[in-house]
């Protein structure tokens, strides 16, 4: 799981972001309201941890302009009061669940493994270890750096990672990438698939996309 923390307290944010990433997860942490509500529109994320008191934007704004939008990633909502009127408005601006500080860590992230139960994955999303497919919006990213691919190198590389670990060939390369426009004796297949692997794999360092002679190519789920 990948969350945004957003709180001035910037000691606080800290430790909700190394105690995230110490649990497995991924965490990025922003201090002000403008800026939480710039990360929180990225279509990666899944969950998102906002104090109601920010700088710039407070946390209902920020919470009520993203709903506005359609982002219906779950936000947990920090309040240093428990008073009654405080919890309704944060739940009526658009949150999905609210914790009166100071907090334990492990309620948080109970709170927010509760709330990813309870939401279906209608992104469409694909991921495969760090890599991570929008085809929505036509992005992809590895490791949190967002590649740069082409239309069709974007398109080889989301057949191979709708079939991890599963051998593609190229003639379902051929029909699903170029629609038959190009045929099995030309090199266009094996180009594309070389410079997805540059950008997939070489710039990181990686070996994902490995060759299966005589049969086409894989998406290693291991690597």
């Given at each position: 799981m990948h969350y945004l923390v957003v709180d001035d307290e910037t000691r606080l944010t800290d430790l909700v972001v190394r105690y995230l990433?110490?649990?497995g997860h991924t965490a990025e942490g922003r201090y002000d309201g403008p800026s939480a509500l710039a990360a929180a529109r990225d279509p990666r994320l899944d969950g998102i941890v906002l104090d109601v008191m920010?700088?710039?934007?407070?946390?209902?704004?920020v919470c009520r302009t993203l709903r506005d939008e359609g982002v219906d990633v779950p936000v947990i909502l920090l309040t240093a009061r428990g008073a009654i009127s405080e919890r309704v408005a944060g739940l009526d601006a658009g949150a999905d669940d609210y914790l009166v500080k100071p907090f334990a860590m492990e309620e948080l992230l109970a709170r927010l493994r509760a709330l990813s139960r309870r939401r279906p994955d209608c992104s469409g999303r694909l991921q495969v270890g760090d890599l991570v497919l929008d085809p929505e919006q036509q992005r992809a990213w590895r490791a949190d750096v967002e590649l740069d691919l082409s239309r069709r190198e974007f398109a080889v590389l989301r057949v191979l990672m709708e079939n991890p670990g599963r051998v593609v060939g190229r003639l379902q390369l051929l029909d699903e990438v170029w629609d038959g426009e190009t045929d099995l004796r030309s090199n266009a297949i094996d180009v594309h698939v070389s410079?997805?692997?540059?950008?997939v794999d070489r710039a990181f360092g990686r070996t994902t996309i490995t060759t299966v002679r005589g049969r086409?190519?894989?998406?290693?789920?291991?690597?």
């Amino acid at each position: 799981m990948h969350y945004l923390v957003v709180d001035d307290e910037t000691r606080l944010t800290d430790l909700v972001v190394r105690y995230l990433t110490e649990s497995g997860h991924t965490a990025e942490g922003r201090y002000d309201g403008p800026s939480a509500l710039a990360a929180a529109r990225d279509p990666r994320l899944d969950g998102i941890v906002l104090d109601v008191m920010l700088p710039g934007t407070d946390g209902l704004e920020v919470c009520r302009t993203l709903r506005d939008e359609g982002v219906d990633v779950p936000v947990i909502l920090l309040t240093a009061r428990g008073a009654i009127s405080e919890r309704v408005a944060g739940l009526d601006a658009g949150a999905d669940d609210y914790l009166v500080k100071p907090f334990a860590m492990e309620e948080l992230l109970a709170r927010l493994r509760a709330l990813s139960r309870r939401r279906p994955d209608c992104s469409g999303r694909l991921q495969v270890g760090d890599l991570v497919l929008d085809p929505e919006q036509q992005r992809a990213w590895r490791a949190d750096v967002e590649l740069d691919l082409s239309r069709r190198e974007f398109a080889v590389l989301r057949v191979l990672m709708e079939n991890p670990g599963r051998v593609v060939g190229r003639l379902q390369l051929l029909d699903e990438v170029w629609d038959g426009e190009t045929d099995l004796r030309s090199n266009a297949i094996d180009v594309h698939v070389s410079k997805v692997r540059a950008k997939v794999d070489r710039a990181f360092g990686r070996t994902t996309i490995t060759t299966v002679r005589g049969r086409g190519y894989r998406l290693e789920t291991a690597a």
